[in-house]
């Protein structure tokens, strides 16, 4: 079975400009998260969806939005891209009953992303 | 913000030591896990213990949770070169929608 899956592997963007991450779970999760891990630092928490409802999100500003799809894929969406937000952007899924993602989590391979 | 902090931040050892890493974090939790990351990419999920378990193990890891002391350490014994990784806690909280991570110890196993 594949793993959690997530494009581009590697995006470059200039200030200003918007980026569309995504990410497809692992067949039969239901819950998706988003982390967002700057370089020599832990990942921090930005979105978790589950059943295409938000659950949760973290201390991101407005700039930051996301949606999860009926087929359960779901997409990062980031506006006005700010130096700051250069990062390995993380989607994991979780099959955790009721969407609960505190538990063991299923991480993609990440989308590196650079703003010039 | 983190929650947690990793101590040490950098570890070196030989091949066959072993590798103790300890985390701390600041708010009650429902389970505390470690998390492994090699050259910056995916994370992949180690091991879990929960709030109410003092110890755990699995295959050449144990880990031992003191949430008296809001503490946890991860023992990975008789280390292999194939350890060498970034090593990550992660506090699961008690609404059950988040995990809150460390900043992570860098292991090098030597071979």
């Known amino acids: 079975d594949a793993g959690v899956t997530q494009s581009p592997t590697h995006l470059i963007k200039t200030r200003g400009q918007h980026v569309t991450l995504r990410c497809s779970p692992i067949?039969?999760?239901?819950?998706v998260s988003w982390y967002q891990q700057v370089l020599g630092q832990g990942p921090q928490f930005i979105f978790q969806?589950?059943?295409?409802?938000?659950?949760g999100r973290g201390n991101f500003p407005d700039r930051f939005s996301a949606r999860q799809f009926p087929n359960y894929s779901s997409e990062l969406n980031v506006n006005a891209l700010l130096l700051g937000d250069s990062a390995l952007y993380l989607c994991?899924?979780?099959?955790?009953?009721?969407?609960?993602?505190?538990?063991?989590?299923?991480f993609g391979s990440g989308t590196q992303l650079s703003v010039l | 913000s983190q929650q947690g902090e990793e101590d040490p931040q950098a570890l070196s050892i030989q091949e066959g030591e072993n590798a103790t890493m300890n985390c701390s974090y600041k708010?009650?939790?429902?389970?505390l896990q470690w998390y492994r990351q090699n050259s910056g990419r995916g994370l992949v999920h180690l091991i879990l213990?929960?709030?109410?378990?003092r110890e755990k193990h699995s295959g050449r890891l144990r880990v031992t949770l003191d949430t008296s002391k809001k503490s946890s350490s991860l023992l990975i014994t008789a280390s292999r070169a194939a350890d060498t990784a970034s090593y990550f806690c992660?506090?699961?909280?008690?609404?059950?929608?988040?995990?809150?991570f460390g900043g992570g110890t860098r292991l090098m196993v030597k071979p």
């Open positions: 969806y589950y059943e295409k409802e938000e659950r």
């Open positions: 213990i929960r709030s109410n378990e």
């Open positions: 992660a506090q699961g909280n008690n609404a059950g929608n988040m995990l809150t």
């Open positions: 994991a899924s979780s099959g955790g009953l009721s969407g609960r993602t505190n538990e063991k989590l299923f």
């Open positions: 708010t009650s939790i429902n389970n």
């Open positions: 067949s039969g999760h239901k819950s």
